[in-house]
């Protein structure tokens, strides 16, 4: 059964400096979303993209964060300048249109 | 916007009883429903969904849910527990409309099942 994947699976990094996670939605999906879960909290919504546009944005979604499918199959998220309180479990999903599917996350360490 | 309430912050449940988590919503339109399952370090995993028609829907691992209108409601049931249901719950809520973009989850419901 396809699946959404993510890569890496647990990032550390210092604040201040960027990183990218990376996504490889499911091949026939067009609708694709990044979301957020801080430790022991909700899973927050962030971004959703469709057409090579984003669709939506929360209010976390300042500046500090972009998205981009840069091929066929990548969808990424990048923080430019990572705080303490970006650390959290990064989710992304893909759908046709209806249900969403997550992939397994990358936790997001800022040190 | 649409919103979800998870009441019930923590769940304890013998192993062979039955189950029910409480979701309330609030949208002014037709909700898409949903119940994903979160297992600790894992991702989130499709439960079962709502969209339209019957209102009592089936989904994996013996899990249904009842949408209930008049009470903005989507209760979570299963008839008898197994040791491996133990994890995190979460109900969350879409927009209606064919993208169902801005969807909202709920704070989590966690269930614990005693042996």
């Known amino acids: 059964e396809p699946e959404v994947t993510q890569t890496p699976s647990h990032q550390v990094t210092q604040m201040g400096q960027e990183v990218i996670l990376r996504c490889v939605p499911i091949?026939?999906?067009?609708?694709f979303y990044w979301y957020r879960q801080i430790l022991g909290q909700k899973v927050e919504f962030l971004v959703s993209?469709?057409?090579?546009?984003?669709?939506?944005k929360s209010e976390i979604f300042d500046d500090q964060f972009s998205v981009e499918r840069p091929d066929g199959s990548n969808f990424t998220l990048k923080i430019r300048s990572t705080k303490l309180e970006d650390s959290a479990m990064y989710f992304c999903?893909?759908?046709?249109?209806?249900?969403?599917?997550f992939g397994p996350g990358t936790r997001l360490t800022v040190t | 916007a649409q919103s979800v309430t998870q009441p019930d912050i923590h769940i304890t449940v013998s192993e062979g009883a039955s189950l029910e988590l409480r979701c309330n919503y609030s949208?002014?339109?037709?909700?898409?429903l949903f119940w994903y399952v979160q297992s600790p370090g894992q991702g989130l995993q499709l439960l079962l969904k709502?969209?339209?028609?019957?209102?009592l829907v089936q989904g994996i691992k013996g899990f249904e849910a009842e949408f209930k209108r008049s009470q903005s409601s989507f209760n979570l049931r299963k008839p008898s527990v197994h040791w491996s249901d133990a994890a995190e719950y979460f109900c969350?809520?879409?927009?209606?409309?064919?993208?169902?973009?801005?969807?909202?989850f709920g704070a989590g419901t966690r269930l614990t099942v005693k042996p």
């Open positions: 999903a893909s759908s046709t249109g209806y249900e969403q599917y």
């Open positions: 091949s026939n999906h067009l609708y």
């Open positions: 993209f469709y057409n090579n546009e984003i669709s939506e």
């Open positions: 949208y002014g339109a037709t909700p898409y």
């Open positions: 709502y969209f339209s028609g019957d209102t």
């Open positions: 969350a809520v879409g927009a209606e409309g064919y993208n169902n973009n801005d969807m909202r």
